[in-house]
């Protein structure tokens, strides 16, 4: 019974399924970097560019790392009615899915941040590291 339940709380998701839009997607982004900007600014005033940025940088992977393999929300998307799901089923993201995902991010960026605005050409909204890590991200009843 408990599988059943847990299953019926996942989304409908399949590979088919067409993501969050890219200007949403934006939105929760920036709301994302406002929560981190602050506590990576001090670290790096504190520490240096250099130790700094390798703290921020880890700051970065945990936050991301633990709103996706928790909840598939982190605050930004949560504010935004979206979730991080895997493409295929819907489920939560398995660490090493999340952790591909982050990766990509840097894929992603390296082209001028082509990656990210593929949102707005790819029929199903996917970013280049939603390919790489085979997620989506799909609006959610807030």
């Known amino acids: 019974m408990q599988a059943q339940d847990s299953m019926a709380s996942q989304p409908a998701v399949s590979p088919e399924t067409v ?3 890219f ?3 934006l939105v929760a982004a920036i709301i ?4 981190l900007i602050i506590p990576n600014m001090i670290l790096q005033l504190l520490l240096g560019q ?11 992977v945990g936050y991301s790392y633990y709103f996706w393999t928790t909840s598939g929300q982190t605050p930004g998307k949560m504010v935004m009615g979206l979730k991080v799901v895997n493409a295929e089923n819907g489920a939560l993201l398995e660490p090493s899915a999340a952790l591909l995902r982050y990766v990509g991010y840097f894929v992603s960026g390296i ?3 082509l990656g990210y605005l593929w949102v707005l050409w790819d029929p199903k909204h996917d ?11 799909i609006k959610v009843v807030k």
Do not use: C, M, N
């Open 32 to 35: 994302d970097g406002v929560i």
């Open 23 to 25: 200007f949403t997607r």
């Open 111 to 113: 082209a001028l941040g």
């Open 50 to 60: 250099v130790f700094g940025g390798i703290i921020s940088l880890a700051i970065g």
């Open 19 to 21: 993501s969050a839009d």
């Open 127 to 137: 970013a280049w590291h939603d390919k790489i890590a085979k997620t989506k991200v």
